[in-house]
């Protein structure tokens, strides 16, 4: 079965703290995708990535950025926390080709204080 | 990608079939339709797909109108187990390059399995 593994469940950080979020993956899949989860609002894409060092701006990019120095790793980084960005952070990967499906982590759920 | 429509919320009792209906009256030709659905605590999880042919899978059953413009999930025995927030979503089939970038989300519909 395939594995989208996020490093923690539950995230407590500080307003202002530089947050490091880690996803990764077991399929080889080449695109991998963060979004943030957030009641009433459902689920927003932040950035994807479809490659190695690849990056694409999502729907909501703003105040994140993203890091994919691996294929089987892809990092979403929050420069400087805010407590709007008090989240469910999801992590998802695919294969490449055409209608393939998604595979999702169990989330994060980072708390901005 | 085109919008779709879905009520936010559904009851439906142990063991009767579940339909759960979806509005895309904007769809494209080329635009599949998709379901997951996210049981609570967890991430989504990929149901179903197609294009204009119903499709079936060891999940479900998607039904989709001639016209395209709306269909159905069919959870045919529903069990507590199925309890989840259901995502309808149409995409763009890409036919070459890159595939599916991204896949759009709405708010989904909140289905309830009563004992």
């Known amino acids: 079965d395939v594995k989208v593994t996020q490093s923690s469940r539950y995230l407590v950080k500080r307003t202002g703290e530089k947050v490091f979020l880690e996803c990764v993956q077991d399929m080889d ?3 991998m995708f963060w979004y943030r989860q957030d009641p009433g609002l459902g ?13 694409e701006k999502g729907d909501i990019p703003e105040g994140y950025s993203v890091s994919r120095e691996k294929k089987e790793r892809f990092s979403l980084i929050l420069e400087s926390a805010s407590t709007n960005q008090t989240s469910m952070y999801l ?3 695919s294969y490449r080709r055409t209608n393939e499906k998604l595979f999702f982590g169990s989330g994060t759920q980072l708390s901005v204080l | 990608d085109a919008k779709t429509t879905q009520p936010p919320s ?61 269909s159905t999930l069919i959870l045919p025995h529903a069990t507590l187990r199925d309890t989840a927030v259901y995502y309808c979503i149409v995409r763009v089939a ?4 890159f595939g599916n970038e991204k896949l759009t989300f709405g708010t989904g519909t909140r289905l309830t399995i009563i004992p």
């Not at chain 1, 689920?43 to 990056?55: G, N």
């Not at chain 2, 997951?36 to 079936?56: A, C, D, F, V, W």
């Not at chain 2, 890409?94 to 390059?97: E, L, R, V």
């Open chain 2, 10 to 70: 559904m009851d439906c009792a142990e063991g009767r079939a579940a339909n759960l209906p979806c509005n895309h009256s904007t769809i494209s030709g080329n635009e599949y339709v998709y379901w997951y659905r996210q049981i609570h605590s967890q991430g989504p999880q990929y149901i179903i797909h197609g294009l204009k042919n119903n499709e079936t899978n060891e999940m479900a059953s998607l039904i989709i109108t001639e016209d395209r413009k709306s």
């Open chain 1, 91 to 93: 992590c998802a990967s």
């Open chain 1, 29 to 31: 899949h080449e695109n």
């Open chain 2, 94 to 97: 890409k036919t070459g390059g």
């Open chain 1, 43 to 55: 689920l927003r894409l932040i950035y994807f990535s479809y490659d190695v060092k690849m990056k």
